[in-house]
């Protein structure tokens, strides 16, 4: 691996991970597989990728480009592109969950498809801008977060991103007219502050970026901030009595059996790299790395780690998830990093 191969732009989404020696040392096996057709390069192959499975491929959408469904009685959910928000319609006004700017044209024609009623509330999930930073245009609403999503979307003086008017930290019950939504946070997991929205009225639950019905996990976990904190989640949102799961990407809603599905899967992820830990001693790699290179000792020992997990993991999950030859050996790398650093004794 040439060093020329690692892009600047990579290694500063691999910063993100918080631990410089993957920075260094995992950035070029990453871009490795991948990197032909940003590079213009003749001799690598740009990968062949496995198929969608059905459950995951896109689904029709109407004339003016996005779904909308209605899950429950008076909750509807919008899709477009693999970008989901929801509005529940109370006898009072819409309540509005998320305002990306992926959606900016098709949530407030949604909205008029079902209701003359205006929004007047906003509930950020998260404070990714992916997911809010079309906040500004729903005007001088009401909007509710929870605290950590305050503090970070003030460091970030974002104007699309207005701060929320009412926070919480552990839970929440937003009562508008006959509707009500329970907002709980179950700790840190895809971001400090990334709230469950449950409608029990409605059978439905939307968490973004934690479970992506028919989806393996996108590249670690979207920068998750804490590995075992999603796995958490994971157990929380499986409790739930619904029957309906929103994601905030993917092309479908989900089920209570995607939820376990995902589950599912990233504890596989987990267990299989802890097993791999345990047979992978760093000692063997010494001899192969100049005396107190540690970073490069460190590549080759999770090069190793990720040469054991993944083969296992794409002999039972490709034909059921999708995209799980994309992202996976970037998330056992990141679920080793999790194992040394975050080192949970509860899971
Ligand atoms: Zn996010």
Redesign the pocket.
Known sequence: MDSNDVQPTSRRGLLKWGSAAAAAGVGAVLISGTASAATGSATKPVPKFAPLPAGAKPLPVGPAGYRLERVGRDMYAVTAGGTQAAFVVSSKGVILVDAPPALADALPAAIKEVTSKRVTHLVY????A??IANAAAFGDIARIAHAETARLIKAEQDPQRPMPTETFTDHHTLAVGNQRLELSYPGVN??AG?IIIHAPRQRTAMM??VVLPGWAPFRAW?SADSVPGVIRAHDVLADLDIDTYIG?HAHRLGTPRDIKESREFIRDLWNHTADAIARTPVSDYLDLVEAGNNWALFRLWLESVADKVEPITHRKWLTRLAAVDVFTRENIITIALSQIEDAPHNL
């Open positions: 999930s998260h404070h990714h992916d997911h895809h971001e990334n973004v970026d979207g905030g």
